[in-house]
């Protein structure tokens, strides 16, 4: 059980374009998921904290009209990436945890490339 | 906001040998997990250990949460068991979580 889907698993699209990921909590229900980004040879580091029926809380440095997050429902969360740079390339990974269970679990993540 | 360190950060074994790895903090926590990165990049979850002791087969966890430390145990290294090794800690339970630096790990055959 606990398990986290993120869509797409990678994404290339051009300069100025945006992209929108999801992340889905596949046999629970989640009023709270993370974002985070991770580049290479890194660790991961909060982007937000997106929570169902109201606005997103966004870690210091993260800006909010570059990651709009939405978060519709009590089993999806989605990160859009508006007009992307080459700057925004990086691995995106979302987690969520059940209602009274104390560890996260951690979707596959999406590896964006913005060439 | 917590520190997490983590150590070493390289790490290169011969596989059959036993490791340690340690993750310190700066504050009290509710929520410390374990994590191992596969190379495709996906979060395995390993323990799930604000205080106390876990085994799971080869690997076992201890947190001392008074101390604020954790160690990770690795016996019997194998290659599957390389890859990045993952401290986080949270202030509440199902809270945020800060990762540390992570353990980067060769087992060679």
């Known amino acids: 059980g606990a398990v986290v889907s993120q869509h797409p698993s990678w994404v290339i699209c051009k300069s100025g374009t945006s992209v929108k990921i999801e992340c889905r909590s596949l046999?629970?229900?989640?009023?709270?998921m993370f974002w985070y980004r991770q580049f290479p040879k890194q660790s991961l580091m909060l982007m937000a904290t997106?929570?169902?029926?109201?606005?997103?809380?966004?870690e210091q440095g993260v800006e909010k009209d570059k990651f709009l997050i939405n978060h519709a429902s009590l089993t999806l969360s989605t990160l859009t990436v508006t007009s992307a740079h080459p700057e925004d390339s990086s691995f995106y990974i979302c987690?969520?945890?059940?209602?009274?269970?104390?560890?996260?679990?951690f979707g596959p993540g999406t590896r964006l490339t913005v060439l | 906001g917590i520190q997490v360190e983590q150590s070493p950060p390289d790490l290169i074994l011969q596989e059959g040998a036993n490791s340690t790895l340690r993750c310190n903090f700066s504050?009290?926590?509710?929520?410390l997990q374990w994590f191992h990165q596969n190379p495709w990049g996906q979060l395995i979850n390993l323990f799930y250990?604000?205080?106390g002791t876990k085994q799971n087969g080869r690997l076992s966890a201890t947190t001392v949460a008074t101390e604020r430390y954790s160690l990770l145990y690795i016996s019997s290294s194998q290659t599957t068991d390389s890859g990045v090794y993952f401290c986080?800690?949270?202030?509440?339970?199902?809270?945020?979580?800060?990762f540390g630096g992570g353990t980067r790990v060769l087992v060679k055959p």
């Open positions: 987690s969520a945890s059940p209602a009274g269970v104390g560890k996260q679990f």
């Open positions: 997106s929570n169902e029926g109201s606005k997103a809380t966004y």
């Open positions: 986080a800690v949270g202030g509440a339970a199902g809270n945020k979580l800060t």
């Open positions: 250990i604000p205080s």
């Open positions: 046999d629970f229900q989640a009023t709270t």
């Open positions: 504050d009290s926590v509710n929520n």
